[in-house]
Each structure stands twice: as C-alpha cells, then as structure tokens.
Nanobody
C-alpha cells in the first residue's frame, strides 16, 4: 500500500513563504504523477498543483499560478510545493496525492493515494 506523508506546514504572515514536502513509500513513486490539493475552512477540496512522473510537466490552479512551484526529487521519493507570496486565502490543509495514471489531472477523484495533510495558516 502506498503511503504519503506531508510535512512543512505552519503559520506564516501574508507575503511570506513556506515549502511543503511529501514523502512517498513504494516502488512506484517515480513512475506516476503527483499533485497537491488543499481544503480551506468550510470549503471543498480543490486542486492546487500537479507534476508528472519526471518533473517535466506541471500544472497549476489559476489561484496559485506564479506564486507556487511544484517539484519532485524521485531519488528521495519526495514531492515539494514551494509557496511564495502567501495570502490568507491560501489557509488550508494541504494534501499530496498520487495517481496511477499518466496525465497531470486536476480532479481529486482521479487520484488514488492521499496523505493525511499538513496545515498551512496565513495571517493577514
């Protein structure tokens, strides 16, 4: 069973930066797309960013484009989300997910494995 563990969340001021990490278990990590989703208070889970198997293709939600950068280090079985110029609207639990497929998709139901999430809180 694939396991994903997020870390790096915390409390930051608006305009600050934070980097999230997601460490994956299993031999298939390097072969599959990964994504970050987030769920804010009283909101549904929404797509934030995704990255293909080798990091050559990325996709971002309009709300984070230009501020967030997703990357991966397959040797470390880790995907990252670098978040810059954070806004209070970015406050959410951030989840990483792995998809048994080939495309970088934006729909949560298309991903097969999920971490437990890490809390990001941005103060105004």
């Amino acid at each position: 069973q694939v396991q994903l563990v997020e870390s790096g969340g915390g409390l930051v001021q608006a305009g600050g930066s934070l980097t999230l990490s997601c460490v994956a278990s299993g031999r298939t990590f390097s072969s599959y797309p990964m994504a970050w989703f987030r769920q804010g208070p009283e909101k549904e889970r929404e797509f934030a960013a995704a990255i293909n198997w080798n990091g050559g293709s990325t996709l971002y939600a309009d709300s984070v484009k230009g501020r967030f950068t997703v990357s991966r280090d397959n040797a470390k079985n880790t995907v990252y989300l670098q978040m810059n110029n954070l806004k209070p609207e970015d406050t959410a639990v951030y989840y990483c997910a792995l998809r048994h497929g080939y495309g970088v998709l934006t729909i949560a139901r298309q991903y097969d494995y999920w971490g437990q999430g890490t809390q990001v809180t941005v103060s105004s």
